[in-house]
Structure formats: C-alpha cells, structure tokens
C-alpha cells in the first residue's frame, strides 16, 4: 500500500490524480492529445514526448518554438539515458563583441544560440522510437495548417510577450496576425510553419542545420548584423551525457549535468539529509524555511560555478560531495534567515512534459524558448521563433560562465527523473525559469519524504527565493505560515496566482504498481491523459 492510498487533496484543487497503463502530461491540451495519437497508432513514450513537444511548438508558442534547447531523461525499460540537446553560442561571440553591454542583453540577435530541440526530436526518435519519424509531425502540422483555438492562460501570456516583443525582427509578422495577440478561443494558424514543419519532417532535421532552413536563418542574420551563421547551425551536435544524483529518503533522484541547474536541487537535497525536515509537516513553517535555507546555499554556488563542463573551473562531482554539502548544511540556521549571497535569476518561458507507456518506458522531456517567446526574432517565411539562451552568459570577466564563443550558456530548463532501486520511480519536472531547480526541490519533498501523490504535489502552494532574504510566496500560502516565515527573518512578498511563470508549471508521473499516477498542473492550461 503507498503513503496516499485516499488521494485526498489537502489543497483547494479542480483536478484529481490519472490512473492510466499509458499517460501524456503537458501544459496544452491539444498537445496531450498528439502524443495520445501516438500511442493509440502503436508507439511508445518516445513517440508520444516527442509528438507533444513537436505540437506545443504551436500551440504555446508563448514558452517554445522551433528555435528552442530541450533536454531528456528517459528511462528505456533498461537504463536511465540523459540528452543534452542544448546550442552553443556561434562562433563570433567574443567577450570583445558584447563590450558595448553592461549586462548580457535579454531579447534580439544578440541573444540567439544554436536551437537545439530540433535535434533532440531526431537523435530521441532514431534511437528509441517506434514509429516513423514523419508521423509524429501529423499532429502539429494540423495545428499550424488549420489553426487550433488558443488556450486562456496562453492567450494572456501571448498578449504581455507582444507588448515586449512587437518591434522585435519578425516577430508581429508572425505572432501579430491582424495586427494584435491573439485572444482565449481565437483560432490562430501559420501556413509558414507548417511548411517548415513538413521539411523538418521530410529531411529528418537535415534542412535546419544544413540545408535550406539553415540558409534562411543565417540570411535573416546577416541581415541584421548579427554573428550566427550556417557553419555554426551545421556545427551543433547533442551529447549523450548521463544524469548526476543525489540519493534522498529512500530515493535517488537524477538531474541532467551542467550546463543545466539541476544540480542545484541534488545539492539542497544533500544539505537537507543533514536537517531535521523529516520531522516536520510537510507546509509547516519549518520545513520551508529549512528547503529555503538549502535552496539558498545551492544557488550561490551554482551562479558561481556552473557553466558549460568545459569552462568550470571544478568538476560537478565537487559540487555533490558529501563532506562538503554537510559542510554547507552547517550554515542552515533553523530559526533564522540566511544571505548566501544568492543571484537573483528572471522569469522564463518552458514547456514540459512527461510520458509513460504500458511497456514501462517512461520519459521526462523539456524544450524552451526561454524568456516567453524568446529573443522576439522570428525568421520570415519560416515560423522560426528563435530563443534567448545567450542571456543565461556573464559578461564577467574570468567567470567560468563568461560569454564565448562555442559555448553552451547556464541553462535553467531542466527535467527530474527519480528512481527507487534498481527501477522507476517518477519522471517529473516544472517549467518556469528560476522556479525550476527550486520547484523540483519541493517536488521531491513532497512526493517522495512526505508521500503526497502527484496531483496534490502540483496543487500545494509554493515559494520561491528571489536573492538575498527576499522570498516570494504563493498567494494561496497559508497567512500563518507567512508570518512565520517572516518572523525568521525572511522578506517576504505575495504574488498573485496569475503572476506569469512566477511558480512554474509541474507535470508528474509516477509508477503505481502495473500502472502510473500521474497529475498536471492547474497553473496552466494542460492536463494528465491516459488510457
């Protein structure tokens, strides 16, 4: 018998935990629906990720697009397998070309990496799926070719991204039909798009990296002045990277390596091993402020050291090694707020998604544009909506995360896998830029200290460090809990349950005997299907 045999919400929820043989969990309905297609045609996990993800290119443009990193952990029934499908910085990115910059710019060319989820797609499919490559483009192909109506909490995320993003390279060409954002229930549609789709599909990604698609991209740049170029879109190359792990009451929990920070959840979940938590409910005031403490330490080395493997200037093991995160365990004051001297990340837009099949192939799957529709530069002709990676460098001077060139940035988007044993356990993950590392810690503790199933782990509220003592709580935070918070020493804020990617949205499946439990999150417009 598990630990949450009622499935009773503790918490204020429209939803309920899917029991199902075969589940899709992502932000976008629509796009749950195209990894369904996949399974009922005969496929498996991977099929089904990676026709979800292909379709969420279109249908929540405001959090990815073609022009996106992903990463994946997946479990093959096997082994565990880590990708990096992550760009590097084009080759003309010198520190010397951005001393104009007092600061690493946010949106423009000067922000755009080499995408890589195009690759992700290819180099998953060609290893672990079942169906043909081209098939898993139908669903979304449809989308973009008839236009599917816009999703609400998208529809506003695309009108506050338009404010931003209007005069942008492209991008009210594309996203500005007629003029203005889209509203919920609108239908939107991108014939552009879909023809891109259709020659990713036809060449097996060929034509993005080196072909036609490349060609325009590199054009557009060119154009612009900018330094991306078809031999840096014909350089990019994924790496097959494994997972590091932390193991935690009773668990291990898997994150991809750096340049990613997930190793910033491993890390707090080493310190916290070193606390009492276990001995406190699981939203008492003291069980935050101890996750608090310990995300705040992480995230102080991380902005420190973290950058891409061949640039720190000590290996990721350092960062999980037992002496010394029991070291920094030491620091944690368990009636009084700490300042670490943590950075203060910005928000972002992600989508993940997770999936698992009646084999027992279970996939844990994240692509990102990364600030909300990227660097604003769409492609003409195209529907290449390019990210804004670049902006995860440094202009510090000897930072191992300083800009270069060929480099992979500090990376936010990150996907959790968890493991009990030798098997599976959980594939899981939440999108939203600084919440990530952070929302994966409290994941984690809830499911797998505190026994809550996947759905009340999603609906539970949430914090999130900002930077110093500063920590903003959910609006559905317990008033009590707040002030107790306060009381330690924590500058506490609310932010309004409609913040834009303020919390991240989860999506948790889990293992369940011969079947999965699986939860999505009510901040977005998605769900868990199955059958």
């Not at 690493?104 to 080499?114: K, L």
């Not at 440094?394 to 098997?423: C, S, Y």
């Not at 959910?474 to 107790?484: V, Y």
Request: overall charge negative; hydrophobic content about 40%.
């Amino acid at each position: 018998m598990s630990a949450f045999d009622a499935y009773e919400s503790p918490y204020p929820t429209t939803r309920v935990p899917l029991f199902a043989r075969n589940v899709v969990a992502t932000s976008q309905p629509l796009a749950v629906q195209a990894g369904l297609r996949m399974l009922w045609a005969g496929g498996n996990a991977v099929d089904a990720a990676l026709a979800a993800a292909i379709a969420l290119v279109v249908v929540e443009p405001t959090g990815n697009g073609l022009g996106s990193d992903a990463f994946c952990i997946l479990w093959d029934g096997k082994g565990l397998h880590g990708l990096n499908a992550s760009g590097r910085s084009p080759a003309g990115w010198t520190p010397e070309r951005f001393a104009r910059y007092e600061r690493m710019p946010m949106r423009g060319w000067d922000t755009v990496t080499i995408p890589g989820a195009v690759s992700a797609w290819v180099t998953l499919s060609d290893r672990f799926g079942r169906l043909p490559f081209a098939d898993l483009f139908a669903p979304a192909i449809g989308y973009a070719r008839h236009g599917f109506p816009v999703a609400s909490k998208i529809a506003r995320q695309w009108q506050m991204g338009a404010a931003i993003l209007r005069d942008q390279p492209g991008f009210a060409e594309h996203f500005l039909q007629g003029g203005r954002a889209p509203s919920p229930g609108d239908i939107w549609k991108s014939e552009d798009l879909a023809h891109t789709l259709e020659t990713i599909a036809e060449t097996r990604g060929e034509a993005f990296y080196r072909g036609a698609l490349a060609e325009k991209i590199a054009a557009f740049a060119r154009e612009h002045d900018a330094a991306l170029s078809v031999e840096d879109m014909a350089r990019h190359a994924n790496d097959w990277c494994g997972t590091v792990s932390q193991d935690f009451a009773g668990v291990t929990v898997h994150e991809i390596p750096p340049n990613g920070q997930g190793i910033a959840t491993l890390m707090a979940l080493g310190m916290l091993a070193h606390t009492p938590i276990a001995d406190f409910a699981p939203d008492s005031p003291e069980a935050l402020h101890l996750s608090i403490e310990a995300t705040k330490l992480a995230l102080a080395d991380i902005h420190r050291h973290l950058a891409d493997p061949s640039a720190m200037h000590l290996p990721p093991e350092a960062l999980l090694d037992p002496t010394y995160l029991a070291s920094r365990s030491r620091l944690i004051d368990l009636h009084k707020a700490g300042d670490p001297g943590a950075g203060a990340p910005t928000t972002g837009g992600t989508v993940y998604l997770a999936t698992a099949d009646a084999d027992g192939m279970m996939v844990s799957f994240i692509q990102s544009n990364y600030g909300g529709f990227g660097s604003g530069v769409v492609v003409p002709g195209t529907g290449i909506a390019l990210q804004n990676r670049g902006y995860g460098f440094t202009l510090e001077a000897g930072h191992p995360n300083q800009v270069g060139p060929r480099k992979r940035p500090f990376h936010t988007i990150i996907p959790g896998f968890v493991m009990k044993g030798a098997g599976p356990l959980m594939a899981f993950g939440l999108m939203g830029g600084p919440m990530q590392a952070q929302g994966h810690l409290q994941m984690v503790l809830r499911t797998c200290l505190y026994g809550q199933d996947p759905q009340s782990a999603s609906d539970a509220p949430r914090w999130r460090v900002v930077s110093g003592r500063k920590l903003a709580l959910e609006d559905s935070m317990d008033d009590a809990t707040a002030e107790a918070l306060s009381a330690r020493g924590h500058i506490v804020s609310r932010d309004p349950p409609d913040a834009p990617f303020a919390f991240g949205g989860a999506q948790l499946v889990r293992r369940h005997g011969e079947a999965y439990v699986a939860g999505s999150d009510h901040r977005k417009d998605g769900s868990a299907q199955g059958f």
